[in-house]
């Protein structure tokens, strides 16, 4: 059940008529670092708005291979899945809890109301689109012209920037999934900048110093 209290860091995004509706309607959900959100192929029926925490949000291939999209964090949503909300499709998406999260799931049937009736509702739902996209080209720049060890520092700061901390919790295997390399070529680039003095790596820890 969600409360006024849940809500309470919202109120800069919506109208008091709009957050009552949405106490109304939706349901609290709290979820713990690596829960899987929704998978690919997943029926989305709830627009999730992130209370606090954050999600990390991954494409998957054909053959399974995974890559780094972008990342959900503090009063936002997945445009991904507003995209599969609008068009009544399976999720194409896998959403992964980055931290502990707390959520306010919104019913997807509210979804069209809401864009006529509200225009708060309408700023949050294309200023996600335009952020997520944004992000979405960014990493498609930093597949296309960025070498690997330019894409792993940007990827740490991103990590860094989200757990709020230098230091932070990742195994070589798990940054290797998210930049589509090998956990190999990982290792060795991750040994270089501590040789380089940019980290400090510890037993899936890394902090970085730069």
Known sequence: MITTENIENLKFLFEKKLLEEIIEVSSLQKVTKGDIMIDVGEQVKFIPILTNGAIKVVREDESGEEILLYFVEFGNTCAMTLNCCLENSRSEIRAICEKDTTLIMVPVSQMDN?????????????????????????????????????????????????????????????????????????????????????????????????
Do not use: C, P
Request: glycine share 2%.
């Open 114 to 210: 809401w864009l006529v009736k509200y225009r708060s509702w309408r700023n949050f739902i294309f200023q996600n689109y335009q952020n997520r996209l944004n992000e979405m080209l960014k990493a498609i720049d930093s597949l296309t012209f960025l070498k690997l060890d330019e894409r792993l520092r940007k990827y740490l700061k991103e990590k860094s920037k989200v757990a709020d901390n230098s230091n932070i919790t990742v195994t070589h295997l798990d940054i290797a999934t998210d930049l589509n390399s090998s956990r190999v070529v990982i290792s060795r680039l991750l040994k270089q900048m501590e040789n380089d003095g940019e980290v400090s790596l510890g037993r899936n820890t890394i902090k970085i110093n730069y």
